[in-house]
């Protein structure tokens, strides 16, 4: 069983950057940031695949970029002209070999591990 651990988020004004990274006990096939604002549905944010393809939601396009350290075992997901739409606990969630399951977050894959999440508010 994976485990994830974030970290990285905090408060930043709009137009701000942060840098959010996730902390994972083993390897996945893929790896991904979701995110969850009061109220909102679940968004899928971004994700990686094992061999590097990448997926990302319309609304963070060109402004975010996930990345993976495979030898720490990382995550990450670079944040630039942050908006406050951006506020959200942002979750880190990982998916193993052969479940069949797609990759891409941001089009409506699902993953069998997630984090405790990570706070991120951006003012205006």
């Known amino acids: 069983q994976a485990q994830l651990v974030e970290s990285g988020g905090g408060s930043v004004q709009a137009g701000g950057s942060l840098k959010l990274s996730c902390a994972a006990s083993s390897r996945s096939y893929c790896m991904a940031w979701f995110r969850q604002a009061p109220g909102k549905e679940r968004e899928g944010v971004a994700s990686?695949?094992?061999?590097?393809?990448?997926n990302y939601a319309d609304s963070v396009k060109g402004r975010f970029t996930i990345a993976k350290d495979n030898a720490k075992n990382t995550l990450y997901l670079q944040m630039n002209s942050l908006t406050p739409a951006d506020t959200a606990m942002y979750y880190c969630s990982a998916e193993p070999w052969g479940t069949g399951r797609l990759c891409a977050a941001a089009w409506g894959a699902t993953y069998t591990y997630r984090g405790q999440g990570t706070q991120v508010t951006v003012s205006s």
């Open positions: 990686i695949r094992v061999d590097g393809d990448t």
